[in-house]
C-alpha cells in the first residue's frame, strides 16, 4: 500500500536463527503495529508503537521483541525462530490513537521457519 | 476485553445474488467497527467503519454494514454479489485499552462467488 513497505516480502529461515522484519512508513503517522496472521485464528496484534522508543506488547508478543528508533521505521525481531512463527506477518499504521480511521496495513511479510 | 465472532468461516453465493456476512462484537464501551477486505496475497483494505454516527453505512464496492446495537451486530451486506468480491473479510472492534486503540479483528470469512 501506498505510504507503507514491509520487508522482506518473502523469507525462509532456520529454526533457532534471528529474523528482523522491516516496516518503513512515509506517512508521518505516530502509531505502527504487528500483526500476524494464521488460517483460522485471523490477525492477531504481536507489539505495538505509540511513539520513537514507545511499544507495548500485544495478545501475542512472546518469543518477539521490536524497536522504534525513528518515526518511519518499526522492526519486529524474533530472536531465535521457531516452526510456530511460520506466519504471515503484518505491519499497520495509524494516524490516530483512538483508531478512529482503522489502520493502512503492509502487503505483509511470509515468513517460513524450516 | 474487546472481540468479534464471525460466524461462518466459508460463504458461497452466486454471482447476482445478496452478500451477507455476519459479525457479533462485544464491548463493554461504545465501539469502532470495522470490515476490511483481503485479496489474495495482499494486505487488508477498509471496506467501511462505524464511529458512532449513522447505524448505516455505506463502503467501497457496493458494501453496506448495518450497526445494531440490541443485536450486537455489524453485518456486511451487498445486494448482488460479482465476481470481483471473492475475497476473505474481515470484522474489527477497537480495544481502547493500554497506551493505544488496537483493533481486535475476527477469524475470517472467505467469500466464495459462482457462476
Known amino acids: 500500500d501506498a505510504g507503507i513497505t514491509q520487508s522482506p516480502r518473502h523469507k525462509v529461515t532456520e529454526t533457532g536463527t534471528p529474523v528482523t522484519l522491516r516496516c518503513h512508513q512515509t506517512?508521518?503517522?505516530?502509531?505502527m503495529y504487528w500483526y500476524r496472521q494464521d488460517p483460522g485464528h485471523g490477525l492477531r496484534l504481536i507489539h505495538y508503537?505509540?511513539?520513537?522508543?514507545?511499544?507495548d506488547k500485544g495478545e501475542v508478543s512472546d518469543g518477539y521483541s521490536v524497536s522504534r528508533s525513528k518515526t518511519e521505521d518499526f522492526l519486529l525481531t524474533l530472536e531465535s525462530a521457531t516452526s510456530s512463527q511460520t506466519s504471515v506477518y503484518f505491519c499497520?499504521?495509524?494516524?490516530?490513537?483512538?483508531?478512529?480511521?482503522?489502520?493502512?496495513f503492509g502487503s505483509g511479510t511470509r515468513l517460513t521457519v524450516v | 476485553a474487546q472481540s468479534v465472532t464471525q460466524l461462518g468461516s466459508h460463504v458461497s453465493v452466486s454471482e447476482g445474488a445478496l452478500v451477507l456476512l455476519r459479525c457479533n462484537y462485544s464491548?463493554?464501551?461504545?465501539?469502532?467497527l470495522f470490515w476490511y477486505v483481503q485479496y489474495p496475497n495482499q494486505g487488508l483494505q477498509l471496506l467501511l467503519k462505524?464511529?458512532?454516527?449513522?447505524?448505516l453505512v455505506k463502503g467501497i464496492n457496493g458494501f453496506e454494514a448495518e450497526f445494531k446495537k440490541s443485536e450486537t451486530s455489524f453485518h456486511l451486506t451487498k445486494p448482488s454479489a460479482h465476481m470481483s468480491d471473492a475475497a476473505e473479510y474481515f470484522c474489527?472492534?477497537?480495544?481502547?485499552?493500554?497506551?493505544?486503540?488496537?483493533?481486535?479483528f475476527g477469524t475470517g470469512t472467505r467469500l466464495q462467488v459462482t457462476l
Open positions: 499497520a499504521i495509524s494516524e490516530s490513537g483512538q483508531a478512529r480511521n482503522g489502520y493502512t
Open positions: 506517512e508521518n503517522h505516530r502509531y
Open positions: 508503537s505509540y511513539g520513537v522508543k514507545d511499544t
Open positions: 464491548s463493554s464501551v461504545p465501539p469502532y
Open positions: 462505524y464511529t458512532s454516527a449513522a447505524t
Open positions: 474489527a472492534v477497537t480495544d481502547n485499552t493500554g497506551t493505544a486503540s488496537k483493533l481486535t
